[in-house]
């Protein structure tokens, strides 16, 4: 075999094109899992935003529920309180029992 410039420059040539080659491969690969990865990071921020939503309703869930539950408390006092009141004014007795009633409404109306 002999060596002179054409055979050089065809070695050379097919170098340069094989680094091309292997260059836009490499690039193609990268572009199909930047592609792949895509809906996963679009997904995992629909997912975080969601929970995030998620942790807002469940504060206001939990905030709604103590107030209903002291608003149940409150009422259940205040039937009390007019359960007494209705005893007392049948029979005129229930004196402790109105008393007791008057306990439990201040004790509900102070720990507000």
């Given at each position: 075999m002999q060596f002179d410039v054409s055979v050089l420059w065809n070695w050379v040539s097919f170098g340069l094109a094989a680094i091309v080659l292997i260059g836009n491969a490499v690039e193609k690969i990268g572009k199909a899992i930047a592609a792949a990865r895509?809906?996963?990071e679009e997904q995992d921020a629909a997912i975080r935003s969601l929970e995030l939503r998620m942790d807002s309703v469940e504060n206001k869930l939990a905030r709604d529920k103590d107030r209903l539950d002291a608003y149940e408390d409150g009422m259940r006092v205040s039937q009390q309180?007019?359960?007494?009141?209705?005893?007392h004014s049948l029979d005129g007795n229930n004196v402790k029992q109105m008393e007791e009633a008057k306990d439990a409404i201040q004790k509900h109306l102070l720990n507000k």
């Open positions: 895509k809906p996963n309180a007019l359960l007494a009141l209705l005893d």
